[in-house]
């Protein structure tokens, strides 16, 4: 040891504070929710049945196993309900809820990730937290430094915002109150979303880090503490929503794509893009805009989503090519079941137009952005209740049906009409009919049942049409001289939807035009005899 002669404080011995843990008596309602977006641990197995297992202070549990609505993004909605646990009042002593998800498989499971989620992040602790301050009472520490706050579920979840971006475009009556975004709007679910992570040999070439985490998907998880020394306190805000989660809902999706800028060009300088628009199965495409890298699409896609379910909005921009296979400019993805849930998103009564960022798999780089903005609406998809309606033929006369047989030309013609699978109705006979001349008056009528868009209660797919036959009677067994069928559907949806206007009896639509088309016909078939036999004459 070297002397010196520079002087040097003493400095004081570290003050050591105790910890003081004071444990209560609590209950822990977990709701299992759903995980999104699992990936298997090889290319060459297919996902079957995941399940989740919950790990909390020395004790496990673990959730049905699901595949539905996919196995990739599978819905638990089950409750666990943990009581007497004994947990500390100090939110940074609050303990982990450790997860673990696998796959059920014919014969055993597979390994799919894990993950973990602190507690401390629950309401009740976060309440706990306010109340002393912001104080963690651990070694010593204090409340939160000057200028930093914990950022609250009612914070606005629009914070940064261009007001005065595309004047012309803010004008517009659709913008109205309608907050322009820089960026992507940031909301928070109700619910906790757990990463999952799984070990893999790294790509790196570094002896040292052989192995790195990848994210395989996330868990979605509520949880909530209640001590049991708790006053009376008001939890219907949040009740109400974890019913919610647990059934599931259709929902009206409507998507507004405004435009897009500084897109990465495709072809030399410039690209040709169009939107594709996916929600589960649904996927629409917009129009194609040729040589630009500003497109201004201004088109809106309606789509249905399940809540649970495969709620995962995904826009990506393309750039057209004629002659070859379309490249991918860029992506962005939302995730409508968060968004539902959160407080912040529902709260705001006119939806922010976002300047969403568009990426890609294999570059951190923007690769330009997307304006736009969505609209998520519960709705009753129940269909209006049938309604009863009459079809009334009238048959009036025949002309040139072919005689039954008999050397004399005359034949005893009935008429039979069936309306889809219901029984056959018959006119009265016209006895002794010359050259297939007949008439009736009759009329027929048949009850018939309509659902919404005129589909017939009840009826497969002929059950719209009118089926008309000629008989000949005899004695002893008729014989059918000829036959032809009338498709009503389209007088169906007609009669449906005039059902209110007094219209009770009308020719409509294909019937009329069929009618109009057998009479033009008909006609044609006249003249044509007609010159045929002058023909034969000259």
């Known amino acids: ?51 989740v297992e919950l790990h909390i202070a020395g004790k496990k549990f673990k959730t049905d196993p699901s595949s539905k609505p996919f196995p990739s993004n599978c819905n638990f909605s089950q409750s666990i309900s943990i009581e007497n646990i004994m947990l500390p009042d100090n939110h940074a002593e609050a303990p982990f809820l450790d997860v673990t998800v696998f796959d059920k498989k014919a014969v055993g499971k597979t390994l799919l990730g894990t993950g973990s989620m602190w507690l401390g992040e629950t309401e009740r602790y976060k309440e ?63 619910y906790s979303v757990i990463p999952l992570f799984r070990g893999k040999k790294s790509n790196s070439n570094s002896s040292m880090q052989k192995y790195e985490l990848e994210e395989i998907g996330s868990f979605n998880v509520f949880a909530r503490i209640t001590f049991d020394d708790d006053n009376e306190r008001s939890s219907s805000r949040t009740e109400s929503i974890v019913k919610a989660m647990q059934v599931k809902q259709k929902f009206r999706v409507r998507v507004y794509c405004l435009d897009a800028l500084d897109l990465t060009a495709k072809d030399g300088k410039t690209s040709d893009p169009f939107l594709k628009v996916s929600l589960g199965s649904s996927k629409y495409e917009s129009a194609k805009h040729m040589k630009t890298l500003k497109p201004e699409f201004y088109e809106r896609f309606d789509m249905v989503c399940k809540i649970p379910g495969d709620s995962t909005l995904k826009v990506d921009v393309i750039d057209y090519d004629k002659y070859s296979s379309n490249d991918l400019i860029g992506s962005t993805s939302i995730d409508l079941e968060s968004r539902w849930f959160s407080k912040q998103w529902r709260s705001l009564a006119v939806k922010p137009l976002e300047s969403r960022e568009l ?132 007088a169906f949806k007609t009669a449906y939807n005039t059902r209110d206007l007094g219209m009770e009896y009308h020719v409509f639509g294909a019937s009329g035009k069929q009618l109009k088309m057998a009479l033009k016909r008909k006609a044609l078939e006249k003249k044509e005899n007609e010159f045929v036999m002058h023909r034969a004459a000259v």
Request: a negative charge; charged letters at 25%; hydrophobic letters at 35%.
């Open 128 to 190: 706990l937290k306010r109340n002393n301050g912001g104080e963690w009472h651990l070694l010593g520490g204090g409340a939160a430094a000057d200028g930093e706050r914990e950022q609250s579920d009612d914070d606005s979840c629009c914070s940064s915002h261009a007001s005065n971006a595309n004047d012309w475009v803010n004008q517009a009556p659709y913008m109205k109150n309608r907050e322009t975004l820089l960026g992507d709007l940031k909301s928070k679910p109700i």
């Open 359 to 490: 990426k890609i798999s294999s570059s951190t780089q923007s690769q330009g952005q997307l304006k736009m903005w969505e609209e998520l609406g519960d709705f009753d998809i129940t269909p209006p209740p049938p309604h009863d309606f009459d079809v009334r033929a009238v048959v009036w006369k025949s002309e040139d049906i072919p005689s039954g047989g008999d050397f004399s030309g005359q034949s005893d013609l009935y008429v039979k009409l069936r309306l889809g699978e219901v029984e056959w109705k018959s006119t009265d006979v016209h006895y002794f009919a010359k050259k297939g001349k007949a008439s009736w008056n009759f009329r027929i009528k048949f009850p018939v049942s309509l659902r919404q868009g005129g589909r017939v209660v009840n009826g497969g797919e002929g059950a719209s049409y009118l089926k008309i036959q000629i008989w000949d009677a005899d004695l002893l067994v008729s014989d059918c001289l000829c036959e032809a069928s009338i498709d009503l559907s389209d």
């Open 1 to 51: 040891v070297s002397e010196t002669t520079e002087t040097s404080e003493t400095l004081p011995a570290a003050k050591l504070v105790p910890i003081e843990t004071n444990w209560k008596r609590a209950t822990i309602d977990i709701v299992a929710l759903s995980c999104r977006n699992l990936k298997s641990p090889s290319s060459f197995l297919s996902l079957s049945k995941p399940y």
